[in-house]
Antibody, heavy 122, light 107 residues
Framework: QVQLVESGGGVVRPGRSLRLSCAVA????????MHWVRQAPGKGLEWVAS????????NYVDSVKGRFSISRDNSQNTVQLQMDSLRVEDTALYYC???????????????WGQGTPVTVSS | DIHLTQSPSSVSASVGDRVTITCRAS??????LAWYQQKPGRAPRLLIY???RLQSDVPPRFSASGSGTDFTLTISSLQTEDFAIYFC?????????FGPGTTVDFK
């Protein structure tokens, strides 16, 4: 079955970096766009970044542009989120999510991991 | 950015009730809308995509409709496992945005 497992979260000081990773299984990874969505404690959902199935197109929410970078390795079935210059407001549970079947539905998130927590605090 | 609002913010209901949640977009998004369900401590689950298409394995008591700026999610007969928070999400344009959520809890 489809599985997404995030890792790499932790507690860091403001200004430091973290690299999140999401390992997937159970589907043809190279056929799906992948996304990161975050949820601050007790808050709603916020889309963070997306990467096309082939890695050739990437998009970010404005608040992370220039600080976060999404990438993928289709040979290893993994997607990463490099987070630099972290801020207190980046504190959240970070979910990896799969884009839907077909390019038409690529921006619906049909499978999610359980999330990895990131806490940015001095 | 496209802003999504949801109403009500919370609804108290009983098993067997019909529940309707509304999502409104700040500009037209055609049918580029999804609905998710989230239970405490769990990841969100896709229920509906393309405004009205039922995701596989989602019970048919869930239905949705709408286009443009106004959308609805309906649970025809609320079950115990449906008590959760429901979010809408627009996939029309970047940045993708979510509604603030509607909590469905026990009356």
């Amino acid at each position: 079955q489809v599985q997404l497992v995030e890792s790499g979260g932790g507690v860091v000081r403001p200004g430091r970096s973290l690299r999140l990773s999401c390992a997937v299984a159970g589907f043809t990874f190279s056929s799906h766009g992948m996304h990161w969505v975050r949820q601050a404690p007790g808050k709603g959902l916020e889309w963070v970044a997306s990467i096309w199935y082939d890695g050739n197109n990437k998009n970010y929410v404005d608040s992370v542009k220039g600080r976060f970078s999404i990438s993928r390795d289709n040979s290893q079935n993994t997607v990463q989120l490099q987070m630099d210059s972290l801020r207190v407001e980046d504190t959240a549970l970070y979910y990896c999510a799969r884009g839907g079947n077909s390019s038409k539905y690529a921006y619906y998130f049909d499978y999610w991991g359980q999330g990895t927590p990131v806490t940015v605090s001095s | 950015d496209i802003h999504l609002t949801q109403s009500p913010s919370s609804v108290s209901a009983s098993v067997g009730d019909r529940v309707t949640i509304t999502c409104r977009a700040s500009q037209g998004i055609s049918t580029w809308l999804a609905w998710y369900q989230q239970k405490p401590g769990r990841a969100p689950r896709l229920l509906i995509y393309a405004a009205s298409r039922l995701q596989s394995d989602v019970p048919p008591r869930f239905s949705a409709s709408g286009s443009g700026t106004d959308f609805t999610l309906t649970i025809s007969s609320l079950q115990t496992e449906d008590f959760a928070i429901y979010f809408c999400q627009q996939a029309n344009s970047f940045p993708f945005t979510f509604g603030p959520g509607t909590t469905v809890d026990f009356k």
